[in-house]
């Protein structure tokens, strides 16, 4: 059986906080006692607040380029100024659409850059990715192991768009404690024909399950 269950009064996180001990204080609020096999979702937004990758666009000055990719999209030239400076390519950009591959190799919206729910006191600010996603949680999936007997793997999530397709859903951004990927290629399928090419996203399955706990907006 699998049980999904979403952690409360966390509170606003920032750059001062030690988020092992908030994360470890939630879940002893709720009684939970990690059991072998569990995972704790993370999701992006409060580790990048975590990591300090607040940015003040005041602060960004935008190049000429900057400037000429954000008249074809629509949108500020200083947060278009931090998508580039983010990303390793423009993939699309028209009118209020830019995809980049971040320097992480992600594709995705706006290098993932976000603007929402920053915190009453962060307006006019953007909040970046971690600089590697699975550093971050090899890190708190460390400090979870100096509180923990067994201790949880970690997954941090974000939401992602999908090509030709209307919504977002939560993928893995970065993994410790459990495999990202379950090789099965050269397995016999249940008729006994070799598998080629499948390879089991473990990790966006797990990430994807929890947003069905921590919704969106």
Same mark, same amino acid.
Request: with cysteine; charged share 25%.
């Given at each position: ?120 006191? /962060? @307006? ?7 600089? !590697?996603?699975? $550093? #971050? *949680?090899?890190? &708190? ?52 024909? /070799? @598998? ?7 990790? !966006?399955?797990? $990430? #994807? *399950?929890?947003? &069905? ?5």
């Amino acid at each position: 059986m699998i049980e999904i269950v979403a952690l409360t009064g966390i509170g606003e996180v920032t750059p001062a906080c030690d988020l092992a001990a908030v994360l470890a204080h939630a879940m002893n609020a709720l009684g939970l006692v990690p059991r072998p096999g569990d995972v704790l979702v993370v999701t992006q937004k409060i580790v990048s607040k975590s990591e300090g990758r607040m940015v003040a666009l005041d602060a960004v000055i935008p190049d000429a380029e900057d400037e000429a990719l954000a008249a074809q999209v629509r949108k500020d030239p200083r947060l278009v100024a931090l998508v580039r400076r983010e990303s390793a390519a423009v993939v699309r950009a028209v009118p209020n659409v830019l995809i980049t591959r971040h320097r992480t190799g992600h594709v995705m919206a706006n290098a993932g850059i976000d603007q929402s729910n920053l915190g009453p006191d /962060r @307006l006019g600010h953007a909040l970046l990715l971690p600089e !590697d996603g699975d $550093a #971050s *949680a090899r890190r &708190l999936y460390a400090a979870l192991a100096e509180r923990f007997d067994p201790v949880p793997a970690v997954v941090i999530s974000d939401s992602f768009g999908r090509p030709w397709r209307y919504g977002v859903v939560n993928v893995a951004i970065g993994a410790a404690g459990l495999p990202a990927l379950i090789d099965r290629r050269g397995e016999p399928d249940r008729d006994g024909r /070799r @598998l080629e090419v499948t390879q089991v996203a473990l990790a !966006d399955m797990i $990430a #994807s *399950a929890a947003g &069905l706990a921590t919704g969106e907006g």
